[in-house]
């Protein structure tokens, strides 16, 4: 199986900030990660595919990039509605795995 | 605009088998460029993925559930199925179906682009 390990685990940050998440894989997995934010009650929704493909609506503050086992989710200029647990997701194996999420707080 | 609708009980004793259905509208469970997946989150916990079912009805789930595990695809209703037996408090979760989009596939590979659409979630507890 692919383990999944997210860092940091908690973050504060402000308003207008810029945050970096890290995702790493124990295997090679391409190009093949992605990325999610999820809100309190509610179902994850896809930011970010293979790597760097951002989905439909998302704002273009956010991005994706790295290759094989190290990726990186960037937010540029927070906004108060990007307070959430973001988790990375592996879609190489046919054994799917999610990162254990960052919680992204307001300082 | 897909939309996916997970239901079931609530609440599911101890010993006892948890099942619940994805009823999907706007798609067709029958289509090979999708998986349909089922996910779930323990409160207060990160997101656990369970297995997946694709259009001819095989399907893979997670090494640590496979034993208790097993899902179906209901095509003339538009919806799949998820059994869980001998379920413990450790089952309790928020239970999510999802759509996966198949980029690649050959007989050994499998590559996606991620879950796309979700149900809303429908929260299992597991209790005497």
């Known amino acids: 199986d692919i383990q999944m390990t997210q860092s940091p685990s908690s973050l504060s940050a402000s308003l207008g900030d810029t945050v970096v998440i890290s995702c790493f894989t124990s295997q090679n997995i391409d190009r093949f990660l992605n990325w999610y934010q999820q809100r309190p009650g509610r179902a994850p929704k896809l930011l970010i595919s293979t790597t760097s493909n951002l989905q439909a609506g998302v704002p273009s503050r956010f991005s994706g990039s790295g290759f094989g086992t190290d990726f990186t989710l960037t937010i540029n200029s927070l906004q108060p509605e990007d307070f959430a647990t973001y988790y990375c997701q592996q879609s190489f194996s046919s054994l799917l795995s999610f990162g254990g999420g960052t919680k992204l707080e307001i300082k | 605009q897909v939309q996916l609708q997970e239901s079931g009980p609530g609440l599911v004793k101890p010993s006892e088998t948890l099942s619940l259905t994805c009823t999907v509208a706007g798609d067709t469970v029958r289509s090979g460029s999708y998986h349909w997946n089922w996910i779930r989150q323990a409160p207060g916990k990160g997101l656990e993925w369970l297995g997946y079912?694709?259009?001819?009805?095989?399907?893979t789930y997670s090494p640590s559930l496979r034993s208790r595990l097993t899902m179906s695809l209901d095509t003339s209703r538009n919806q799949f199925s998820l059994k869980l037996n001998s379920v413990t408090a450790a089952d309790t979760a928020l239970y999510f179906c999802a759509r996966e989009r198949i980029l690649e596939k050959t007989a050994i590979t499998r590559r996606t682009n991620g879950f796309d659409f979700w149900g809303q979630g429908t929260l299992v507890s597991v209790s005497s």
């Open positions: 079912i694709y259009n001819g009805g095989s399907a």
